[in-house]
């Protein structure tokens, strides 16, 4: 469902190598997601997807912080929370065509760049969004 972000180390395995402590741990992964969601809130450029999203943006930030932070190999937050992420089924109330995506990830390109994500992870961790992101998709388009 949705795709961990490999290691940078095949088989290394230490919590040292994971995208989680390469971003800077807690801290950092909260400090994306909070410029993630005020980008959305800013930007005319992603004015699309912010409407398709509650008036508040609390519930959100909370969820997909506790998410990223299993995603990227740090605590598994969401799932000890909430249970499986179900996230492809959570976002069919949503139309989310091929706009949506893109939107979403060049908001998050820019809250990553924003935030001074080093350019070998912000690249490795755009691909994977791709892959996530793209795998949301339930329109055509
Ligand atoms: C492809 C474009 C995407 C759109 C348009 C989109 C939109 C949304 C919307 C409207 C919500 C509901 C938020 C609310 O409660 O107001 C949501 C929830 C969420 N999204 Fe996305 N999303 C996208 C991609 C992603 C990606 C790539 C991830 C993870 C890498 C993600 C992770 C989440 C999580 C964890 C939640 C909370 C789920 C829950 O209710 O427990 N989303 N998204």
Known sequence: MSQQVPA???????????PYAQLGGEAALHALVERFYDLMDLEPAYAGIR?????????????LFMFLSGWLGGPNLYIERHGHPRLRGRH???????????QWLACMDQAMGECA???????RLAQA???TAD??????G
């Open 117 to 123: 994500v080093p350019a070998g992870l912000r690249e």
């Open 129 to 131: 969004f791709f892959q």
């Open 8 to 18: 940078p180390t095949e088989g290394a395995g230490a919590a040292a190598d994971t």
């Open 92 to 102: 069919l109330p949503f139309a989310i065509g091929v706009a949506e995506r893109d």
């Open 135 to 140: 795998f949301m998709r339930n329109r055509p």
């Open 51 to 63: 409407a398709l999203h509650a008036p508040a943006l609390d519930d959100a930030r909370e969820k």
